[in-house]
């Protein structure tokens, strides 16, 4: 079964520190691969994503996210987080097989605090 | 910028109550889902839709209900509501194709059952 894995529930940083947020996947096919944001009060949304080719994407915000195959990773990382960033992170995968019906698979969610 | 609309966004209830939680998409998107999130909890996929007159439950049972008699609406209800269905709910759609995954939510329908 596919299974998301998020290591970091809760991370708190101040302003310019740099972030990554550890993403582990469970599948054995091809996947498409996902970071959505949850900004207080807002409705989750696409923060970038990985379908294929170059495993370094860059989503919004100066937010990127490195697609490691062999390690079943896709981390989330900011140079330089600013207080702005503060939201929930959740990780999101697609496999392939599951074509007809789209359906993702969700980490549990990293809730960043970010302080001035 | 997607346009995937919910209504109400909060909801206090009583025991027993039927209620319909509604869901439109302007974006002519063949595919949309619901899912229930609880405080700190992953989404769970309770029930999804390749089209009009197509509905399926998802992942986590749920004595919810859902019609899509029209593409762009989505409603879910629940016949009986209970303490225990409290809990946030998200609508979302997709286009059909490869780049599956690439979803639209909606806000959210923050409901309590007393």
């Known amino acids: 079964a596919q299974s998301v894995s998020q290591h970091n529930h809760h991370v708190i940083l101040s302003e310019a520190a740099s972030l990554e947020l550890g993403c582990n996947y469970s599948?054995?096919?091809?996947?498409?691969l996902f970071w959505y944001v949850q900004y207080p009060g807002q409705h989750l949304q696409l923060l970038l994503k990985y379908f294929s080719g170059d495993p370094l994407v860059k989503g919004i915000k100066g937010f990127e996210a490195e697609f490691i195959k062999s390690k079943f990773s896709f981390n989330l990382r900011k140079p330089s987080v600013q207080w702005s960033d503060t939201a929930e992170y959740f990780c999101?995968?697609?496999?392939?097989?599951?074509?007809?019906?789209?359906?993702?698979?969700f980490g549990t969610g990293t809730r960043l605090q970010v302080f001035p | 910028e997607a346009d995937i609309y919910q209504t109400p966004r909060y909801l206090v209830i009583g025991t027993g109550k039927k209620i319909t939680l509604e869901c439109s998409q302007t974006?002519?998107?063949?595919?949309m889902y619901w899912y229930q999130q609880d405080p700190g909890m992953e989404l769970h996929l309770i029930h999804y839709s390749y089209g009009v007159n197509s509905t399926e439950k998802g992942d986590l049972s749920s004595e919810s209900t859902v019609s899509r008699i029209r593409t762009e609406h989505f409603p879910l209800t629940l016949e009986s509501a209970r303490p225990s269905h409290t809990s946030q709910y998200l609508c979302a759609s997709t286009v059909t194709g490869v780049k599956g995954g690439a979803q639209y939510f909606g806000p959210g329908t923050r409901l309590t059952v007393l």
């Open positions: 599948y054995g096919g091809t996947v498409n």
């Open positions: 974006m002519g998107h063949d595919k």
């Open positions: 999101a995968v697609w496999g392939l097989r599951s074509y007809n019906t789209d359906k993702l698979i």
